[in-house]
C-alpha cells in the first residue's frame, strides 16, 4: 500500500512538474512575443519619424537649390541678384551634403564598419580649427566664444577630421540656442588618469532629464518652442557621443532649464604610435 501511495505522489509530482514547466514555457513565449512586438511597434515609429525629419530636411535645401537655379537659368533677373542666388544655391548645397554625410557616418558606426584615421594632434590646434570655422556664425549674433585650454595637455592619437566634427557639432549647438549677446565657453584639462577632457557650456534655454534623453536618439530633435527656426537633422549629438567612444573615451552631456547646457567629452592620451 505504502508503495502504491509512493507511486501515486511521483506520478503527481511528475505531471504537476510537467504542467508547471509548460506554464512556465508558454509564460515565457508569451513575454518574448510581448517584447517584439514592443519592439517592432518602436521600430516602425522610429523609422516613421526618420522619414517624416528626413523629408523635411532635405527637401528644404533642394527646393532652394532648384528654385534659385530656375531663376538664374531663366535669365530674368539682373546680375547682382544671379549672384546672390548663386550663394544660396551653394549654400544650400552645402547644407544638403552635411545631411547625407551625417547619415552616411551613423550608417557606418551602427553598422561597424567605420574606421579611425588616426595620427597625433595637439588639442589646442584641434580646438583653435574648430573655433575659427564657427566666428562668423559668432559675430552674427552678437555671441562671444571664451576658451581656456590647460597648459599640461598631452598630444592626443585621434583622427583629427572626425574630432574637429565633434567640436564643431558642440559649438554649433552652442551657438543654435546661446541668445543674442550671450556667452560660449570652451574648457580643456587634463586629470590624472590619462584623459583630457574637453566641455563646451552655453548660456542657452537648457533641457529637461527627458529632453536630454531624446536629444542623444538618432534623428531626434528636442520639441522645445526655442528650437523652432533652426534647421537639423539631429544627428549632431549622437554621431558625436559615437565618434567619442570609437575613439576609446566618453560623452556627458547635462543641462538645466532656463540655465544652459554642458556637452563634454574625454579622450585618452595615453596610446600607442598610430
Do not use: C
Not at 546680375?79 to 544638403?96: D, P
Not at 587634463?190 to 534623453?213: C, K, N, W, Y
Not at 547646457?261 to 579622450?267: P, Q, S, V
Amino acid at each position: 500500500m505504502r508503495a502504491k501511495a509512493n507511486q501515486k505522489r511521483g506520478a503527481l509530482l511528475a505531471r504537476y512538474s510537467a504542467d508547471a514547466g509548460r506554464l512556465v514555457s508558454r509564460r515565457h513565449s508569451e513575454i518574448a512575443l510581448r517584447a517584439a512586438a514592443v519592439e517592432s511597434a518602436l521600430a516602425s515609429r522610429a523609422k516613421s519619424e526618420f522619414l517624416a525629419n528626413m523629408s523635411h530636411e532635405l527637401r528644404t535645401p533642394l527646393n532652394a537649390i532648384i528654385g534659385f537655379s530656375d531663376l538664374i537659368a531663366q535669365g530674368v533677373a539682373p546680375v547682382a541678384k544671379n549672384i546672390e542666388y548663386a550663394a544660396l544655391v551653394s549654400r544650400a548645397g552645402h547644407h544638403l551634403l552635411n545631411i547625407i554625410s551625417d547619415i552616411l557616418d551613423i550608417s557606418k558606426i551602427e553598422s561597424g564598419t567605420f574606421e579611425l584615421d588616426r595620427s597625433w594632434h595637439t588639442v589646442k590646434e584641434l580646438i583653435d580649427a574648430a573655433a575659427v570655422l564657427l566666428e562668423p556664425r559668432l559675430h552674427e549674433k552678437k555671441q562671444s566664444l571664451q576658451v581656456r585650454i590647460g597648459d599640461d595637455l598631452a598630444p592626443v592619437s585621434v583622427d583629427g577630421r572626425r574630432i574637429k566634427q565633434v567640436l564643431i557639432n558642440l559649438l554649433t549647438n552652442a551657438h543654435k540656442f546661446t541668445p543674442k549677446h550671450g556667452t560660449i565657453r570652451l574648457i580643456a584639462t587634463a586629470d590624472r588618469s590619462g584623459f583630457v577632457t574637453v566641455a563646451v557650456h552655453d548660456s542657452g534655454i537648457g533641457m529637461t532629464p527627458e529632453q536630454l534623453a531624446y536629444a542623444l536618439k538618432p534623428f531626434a530633435q528636442v520639441k522645445a518652442a526655442y528650437t523652432r527656426g533652426h534647421e537639423g537633422t539631429g544627428l549632431g549629438l549622437p554621431i558625436s557621443k559615437s565618434l567619442i567612444e570609437q575613439h576609446g573615451g566618453r560623452f556627458f552631456l547635462s543641462s538645466e532649464p532656463n540655465v544652459g547646457t554642458m556637452a563634454a567629452f574625454t579622450l585618452p592620451t595615453q596610446r600607442g604610435a598610430p
